[in-house]
């Protein structure tokens, strides 16, 4: 199962890489306004239209894979033993009235204070 575990997350870290990657490589729809003005140049490796259509279509494609890898991990996620041990699981006290003695013990241990100083101001 670890090694099932490790192919999906591995798939899903290069996913993301490859998408990041792609997803700065793309130039926006307003880039191409500049270069009929002279700012910049139009061609590029795929071709002038060619480009946007490949890099969105592997884009899409490098989505659809970390989506499927997100879901993958989730489900396997879930399906780990309640035997295992959790923190929030962790062990009752042993008696009902033990936890209840225990909290009020300390309050009725507590000092009194004198009753000769009970309502007085500490003068200067």
Known sequence: M????????????????????????????????????????SGSL??????????????????????VCTLALAYFGNLRSTSSGSVLEGPVAATPGAAASAVSAPAASAPAAPASAAGQIPAK
């Open 46 to 67: 795929f071709g002038a239209s060619g480009s946007a259509n490949f890099l969105s279509r592997t884009t899409a494609g490098l989505a659809t894979v970390f989506f």
């Open 2 to 41: 670890n090694v099932v575990l490790t192919i999906v997350l591995t798939l899903q870290m290069l996913s993301a890489v490859g998408m990041i990657a792609l997803i700065l490589v793309q130039h926006g729809k307003g880039a191409d306004m500049g270069a009929a003005f002279g700012s910049g140049s």
